[in-house]
């Protein structure tokens, strides 16, 4: 059974930033290919960022050169590192793993994620 468990959620204001984090159980972390997605109130779940196993990512284009996600391996842990936050970032956040054997193929999408995390809620607001 594996377990994906999301931290790090906050209220915050315009400008500032919060850093996600994301632990998955179950199996050997370095075997997951893991994404962000978020969801605000209204829409669809989307893609906020993606990292394959060996470390390869994509983000989404209203997140690029704010947002960094990265992984440690060795502390069976993900991180989505958000700067210069906007009101328009608010949403609950989801983390998503799944058991890949490539290591270089980054997934963007929600149907290639069978494990995910409960949401953690993010409000940027002043």
């Known amino acids: 059974q594996v377990q994906v468990v999301e931290s790090g959620g906050g209220l915050v204001q315009p400008g500032e930033s919060l850093r996600l984090s994301c632990a998955a159980s179950?199996?050997?972390?370095?075997?997951?290919?893991m994404g962000w997605f978020r969801q605000a109130p209204g829409k669809e779940r989307e893609l906020v960022a993606a990292?394959?196993?060996?470390?390869?990512?994509v983000y989404a284009d209203s997140v690029k050169g704010r947002f960094t996600i990265s992984r440690d391996d060795a502390k069976n842990t993900v991180y989505l590192q958000m700067n210069s936050l906007k009101p328009e970032d608010t949403a609950t956040y989801y983390c998503a793993a799944d058991f890949r054997t490539s290591t270089i193929v980054v997934f963007t999408t929600i149907g290639e994620y069978d494990y995910w995390g409960q949401g953690t809620q993010v409000t940027v607001s002043s």
């Open positions: 179950g199996g050997t972390f370095s075997s997951y290919a």
């Open positions: 990292i394959s196993r060996g470390g390869r990512t």
